[in-house]
């Protein structure tokens, strides 16, 4: 089955640091969400993207819909230990799509 | 006051056992799913009903047969259980159509194991 591209796979990085994560697609989709999953829990929608181009935020995490319709970005700022976790982009065409996902490991 | 819930959590069972796994939103939205997560974290939709009727029903072996009672409720029946079933099945819902028709909000999930 289809799947998005998101990189990277995976992060370690230090308490306070800034995050950036992005997933690609051959195809173009007209929704992007994103989602975090905590261990042991169902994801969580974090932000809806609706429009090409659109950025918006959410506490300290940024998303973008990339204006080829073919991409979108998450930014996550001064990350703290509970922003551990799995971050799924999904991407919607005529069902939803996930992507593989991008495991952020924080340390203190 | 949970807004997508399953029962159970955890299923260990054998091969060859027939199980089930429950679903129920209280979100008041009319679309629900299934979704499987393997080992390496990959989420595949598996089915969706919309209103009751089964409108996504991808390559999903017929041993998977889901059941909407009532809009609120999906539940997710396998036969004969194989080794390979063993993930995690999250069920979600969304509300169709309207703005925000693929905000899925997902459950807790169930943890299968055949052994």
């Known amino acids: 089955g289809q799947q998005l591209n998101q990189s990277p796979q995976s992060m370690f990085i230090q308490e306070g640091e800034d995050v950036s994560m992005n997933c690609t697609s051959s195809?173009?989709?007209?929704?992007w969400l994103w989602y975090k999953q905590d261990p042991g829990e169902g994801p969580v929608l974090l932000i809806a993207?609706?429009?090409?181009?659109e950025l918006t935020s959410n506490g300290r995490l940024t998303a973008q819909f990339g204006i080829t319709r073919k991409d979108s970005f998450l930014n996550i700022s001064a990350s703290i230990p509970s922003d551990v976790g799995i971050y799924f982009c999904?991407?919607?065409?005529?069902?939803?799509?996930f992507g593989t996902g991008t495991r952020l490991q924080v340390f203190p | 006051d949970t807004a997508v819930s399953q029962t159970p959590k955890y299923l260990v069972t054998q091969m060859g056992n027939d199980k089930s796994i429950k679903c129920e939103q209280n979100l008041g939205h009319d679309t629900m799913y299934w979704y499987k997560q393997d080992s390496k974290k990959f989420l595949k939709i598996m089915f969706s009903y919309n209103n009751k009727e089964l409108i996504i029903n991808e390559t999903v072996p017929n041993r998977f047969s889901p059941k909407s009672p009532d809009k609120a409720h999906l539940n997710l029946h396998i036969n004969s259980l194989e080794l390979g079933d063993s993930a995690v099945y999250f069920c979600a819902s969304s509300q169709l159509p309207g703005p925000s028709a693929y905000e899925q909000y997902f459950g807790p999930g169930t943890r299968l194991t055949v052994t």
């Open positions: 999904a991407g919607r065409g005529d069902k939803l799509i």
């Open positions: 195809s173009i989709f007209n929704t």
């Open positions: 993207l609706y429009k090409a181009g």
